[in-house]
Every structure is written in C-alpha cells, then in structure tokens.
C-alpha cells in the first residue's frame, strides 16, 4: 500500500528525515519491510509549515518514484520545518497522477493515509454525496484517501478531529455493510491543523497496518548519546511512522489496533477509537 512519517517538534532539515536514516522513508521506498508492497513508487509527497512563513502548508508531491526525483532531494537539503507530514505511495487501483498523491490539503489542515477503503468502487458514490456540497468542488483526484479527508472534514475534523474521523469510519462502515461489504475499512491516517498532530490506526477486521511513534527523546538521549541529532531536538519532538526509519533498540512504541494519538504540547495522548454513527 503505502508508508509514511509525521513529524513534530524542534525545526530540522527534511533530508534528516528523508535521507539519512538507515531505513530512511526514501529507502523505504525500494525496500519496505512492513508494508503489503516491498516498492512504493508511485508518486510521493511532503507537506511542510514553515519556521517563520505563512500559517498554511506547502506542498510538494510528484508522480514518479521517490528514489528518483532530483528536485525532492535538492529541497531536502534546503528545507527545514517544525512539523511535516511526507508519504510514498502503493496505488490500490486508482491512477498515478499528481492530484492522487498525498499529503491532500485544506486550509490549514493536512491529511495522509495508508491502506485501502475495500470495493471502493462500488462504495464511491454514496461516500461523495455524503461530502458537504461546499466542499465537494475541492476533490481534485480520484482516491478513496481524498474522500475520507473530505468526509472527516464534512463530519467536523476542524473543530472534534478524533469525532469527526470516528464518524467518517463509522459512515464508511455503514455505506459498507448497505452494499455488502463486510470489511470496508482499513487505514493508519495522520492528519495536522499545523498546531497538533492526530494519528488514527484501525481497520474493520481488526488487522490493521503497521504504525509506531517514538519513544520520549530524554530516554533517547540518554540510550544513545553519541546520537547527535537526539541531543539538540526539544523534549517535545516526537516522530509518528508507518514503520520505523532506524533500528534503534526501545526507540519505537506501537500504537495499539483501534487506536488514536494526539501528539501536542504538554503530554501526548493515546485513546482508544471507535467508529460511530455519523
């Protein structure tokens, strides 16, 4: 399908992140370990808020394999971003195209997503004309991923993020069972108003994709010293991944199946999620 990271805390290069680790999400490209796909070459994308700039997020997402692209790798040594969201993509079926690339954006808000709403085609359209009409000329590509953003954001994302993704995974589960399909859903989903970062894993079947966040950076310093990066990001700096871009012993911590993360100032939080009716 896919993989993915999101990062919040003290401003770093994206290259930091892109590049450099050993299990780097550009070499996860090519050698993914957890993901249903080993390649995931079908477009990428980064959304990124600025130290200093505009309160919105830039985007920067192309149709061919991460690995590849000069560009990518020329702004990832020039970039540096105190919370960014990037994604390499798996298609499940839809085509290769820019506006099928994710990070998708609204304002202020990013979303990204890795897996898959099952038989979507037969589901797609119940699920768009539930999207709010105001929203609905914003739909620029032809994913499911677009479709949940929309749906979320439909079902309140700006104002009761966790609800409104509850909500939207309840609608989907409902749209599924009225068409028979009996596991519609299966999703890690990350998603930013450029403030706090929200984290989703759950599927249907209770067998969802692969997703960990980093463990506190004062244990991190302390576990590897000599890791020069450990030492200068704040205490606040955390990490979320589809899976993890270093082998570091008791670095990552699962998020548990059917669960949310909030990733804030102050301490975090790890709920449990549960669809409801929309």
């Not at 299990?23 to 995931?40: C, R, W």
């Not at 984290?199 to 079947?205: G, H, Q």
């Not at 067998?207 to 302390?222: D, N």
């Not at 990066?229 to 871009?245: K, N």
């Amino acid at each position: 399908m896919c993989r993915w990271l999101a990062y919040s805390g003290t401003p770093i290069l994206l290259e930091e992140l892109l590049y450099k680790p050993k299990h780097s999400l550009i070499d996860q490209s090519l050698h993914a370990k957890f993901g249903v796909e080993t390649t995931n070459g079908d477009g990428f994308g980064i959304g990124w808020y600025g130290v200093d700039g505009p309160p919105s997020p830039a985007l920067f997402r192309g149709i061919g394999p991460a690995w590849g692209d000069h560009n990518l790798r020329e702004l990832s040594h020039a970039i540096s971003s105190p919370l960014l969201l990037a994604h390499i993509r798996a298609s499940t079926g839809t085509p290769v195209q820019q506006t099928n690339c994710h990070p998708f954006r609204d304002g202020r808000w990013l979303w990204l997503h890795n897996g898959a709403i099952h038989e979507f085609a037969k589901l797609k359209r119940d699920l768009v004309f539930a999207v709010d009409p105001a929203l609905y000329p914003s739909i620029a590509g032809s994913t499911d991923s677009e479709v949940m953003f929309y749906l979320a954001l439909t079902f309140g994302l700006k104002d009761e993020p966790v609800a409104a993704v509850e909500r939207m995974v309840g609608f989907v589960e409902e749209v599924g069972r009225a068409h028979g399909v009996a596991q519609p859903m299966q999703m890690t989903v990350a998603t930013t108003d450029g403030n706090r970062l929200w984290a989703f894993r759950y599927s249907t079947e209770g067998k969802s994709r692969s997703l960990s966040y980093s463990t506190e950076i004062r244990a991190l310093r302390e576990l590897y010293p000599e890791n020069e990066v450990f030492q200068r990001v704040s205490d606040e700096t955390r990490l979320v991944v589809s899976e993890p871009i270093a082998d570091l012993r008791d670095a990552w911590l699962p998020i548990p199946e059917s669960s949310y993360l909030v990733v804030q100032k102050g301490a975090d939080e790890l709920g449990t999620f549960r669809p409801r009716k929309a």
